[in-house]
Structure formats: structure tokens, C-alpha cells
């Protein structure tokens, strides 16, 4: 695992956008997992902004989101299926075709599931995960004791996952959906390269224990240990409770005198 920490959100998410910006120079037609919630927010950002300043071009780009909720519509204010328009699809030159995100209903599922999966083996894959992590150590909406070699499908949502979303429900743990639909853990470990992101002290404990702590199911974002590309991108607070911050650091400051060198 790459562990790169910087001081703050923006510089995070700068990283961030970089790296993506970098694979997509490289291929044009560049298969990216997406995650929504607060995390991810600057990275779109910062595309949007390359998108408009320097040309980044979206053209020839295909999406697939990691998750969406079951029981609300497409078009609900907090469906990521409208997050996603409003922090990134609507802003830059992605064909709408080539956007996947999961449905939100449970009618037909297990079908849509299977070619939900199919879609992403049919484009090639996907190159880049972009992952976020909730502080129990979830990826997607794989709460902790899901498989570590989940597919897509519906899960149940658990408390602490309630009640981080209750804010965006106006505020009520009961108007928030108790299911969503996610990729699976298994789904995610397939992605060429996994770029997990994290902000803040909230969510120091759970970076530890992904990155440091035994590979377990009660914590699914441990399994990123056993992927051969997981970048870890993260700021000062979230790295409060790493053993090995100076090492990290030490490791992408010679990477980067590297890199100018050979520039
Ligand atoms: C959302 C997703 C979730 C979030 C996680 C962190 O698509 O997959 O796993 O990444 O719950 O959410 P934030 O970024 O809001 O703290």
C-alpha cells in the first residue's frame, strides 16, 4: 500500500485528482469506480476544474458507482444518483451512457446485480476505485462481517451507517433508506487500482485499522492490504492514529525528488 499524507482536504483531494488525471492521459477510454459522500466532494471538484481550465477530456470515460440507496428515486435530492450529476456528471464531458450507477429499487435485483457486474467485466474493468471509508471501516455499503469476497448486491444497512446519513434526511435516522445496493467487496478487489480517500479525526481510527490492522471482515477496507495498487490518500487528522506516519512520509517525499529528477 501507498500511503500518501498531506496537510489538508484540498491538498488530498489535489493528490487525488492528479493521479486520475495522470491514468487518464494515459488512456483516454479509462474505466473509473466512483464513490459519492462528503470525501470524494474536492476530488470532483478539482476535475471539474482541470476539465474547464486545462481540456481534461471525459469524452471516451466510463463510470460505474459503487453504491446507491434502495427505496428512494433516482431524482430524490439525496439519491447519489443526483450527487453525482450535481458534483461531476453534469459538469464534465462524460456520455451519459457510459455513467452506471446502481437502481434503486429492489425489483429485479439479483438480475440487475448480475449485469451490473457483467458491464463492468464488459468495459475491461475498471482502472481506478475510487474508494471512501466509513468509520466503522465499511467500503461501498459492505458493512463490517460482509464477505470479503462479496459481489454486487442488496445489503442492510447498519446503525452507525443510519446515523452518519441521518443529516442529509433531515436529520432523522428513520427517513434514511435501511438498504442500499453496493458493489461487493470481492466486486472492488477486481479494480486494477484502488484509490481510498479519507478526511479528518473522525476517521483516523478506521484508517488504522485498514492500513495497519489485521486483514478481518469486521473491518472491509483491511482487505485493500491484499490488493497489489491501493494508494492511500489522506490528511494530517485522519493520519492521527498511524504508527508508521514518518516512514509514509519519507517514502512519497524520495518518490517525488525521484520523479523531478527524471523530469
Ligand atoms: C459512498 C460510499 C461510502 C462512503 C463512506 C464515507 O458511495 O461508498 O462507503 O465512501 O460512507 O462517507 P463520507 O465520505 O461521507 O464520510
Not at 471525459?58 to 450527487?83: A, K, M, R, W
Not at 464534465?92 to 467485466?121: D, L, R, W
Not at 445496493?181 to 479525526?201: D, H, N, P, R
Not at 504508527?243 to 525528488?257: E, F, I, P, T
Amino acid at each position: 500500500m501507498e500511503v500518501i499524507i498531506q496537510p489538508t482536504y484540498t491538498q488530498l483531494a489535489e493528490v487525488a485528482a492528479e493521479i486520475i488525471r495522470d491514468a487518464l492521459l494515459k488512456k483516454p477510454n479509462l474505466a473509473l469506480g466512483l464513490a459519492t459522500g462528503s470525501t470524494p466532494i474536492g476530488l470532483y471538484k478539482a476535475l471539474v476544474r482541470m476539465h474547464e481550465t486545462d481540456g481534461l477530456d471525459f469524452s471516451d470515460v466510463t463510470t460505474f458507482n459503487l453504491d446507491e440507496y434502495v427505496g428512494i428515486p433516482p431524482n430524490h435530492p439525496y439519491s447519489y444518483h443526483t450527487f453525482m450529476a450535481t458534483h461531476f456528471f453534469n459538469a464534465v464531458n462524460i456520455p451519459a451512457e457510459n455513467c452506471h450507477i446502481p437502481q434503486s429499487t429492489v425489483v429485479g435485483h439479483e438480475e440487475f446485480c448480475e449485469k451490473y457486474e457483467a458491464a463492468i467485466v464488459n468495459t475491461g474493468g475498471i482502472d481506478i476505485q475510487v474508494l471512501g471509508i466509513g468509520k466503522d471501516g465499511h467500503i461501498g455499503f459492505n458493512e463490517p462481517s460482509s464477505s470479503l469476497g462479496s459481489r454486487t448486491r442488496i445489503k442492510t444497512l447498519t446503525q452507525s451507517t443510519l446515523e452518519a446519513n441521518a443529516p442529509h434526511f433531515g436529520g432523522t435516522i428513520d427517513a434514511v433508506p435501511k438498504m442500499a445496493i453496493t458493489m461487493g467487496v470481492g466486486t472492488i478487489m477486481e479494480a486494477k487500482q484502488c484509490l481510498l480517500l479519507a478526511s479528518g479525526t473522525s476517521k483516523a481510527e478506521a484508517i488504522a485499522n485498514a492500513v495497519e490492522g489485521p486483514i478481518t471482515a469486521e473491518v472491509p477496507a483491511s482487505v485493500l492490504q491484499m490488493h497489489p495498487r491501493t494508494v492511500v490518500v489522506i490528511d494530517e487528522a485522519a493520519a492521527t492514529q498511524l504508527k508508521r506516519v514518518d516512514y509514509y512520509k519519507h517514502v512519497y517525499a524520495n518518490k517525488q525528488k525521484l520523479l523531478s529528477q527524471l523530469s
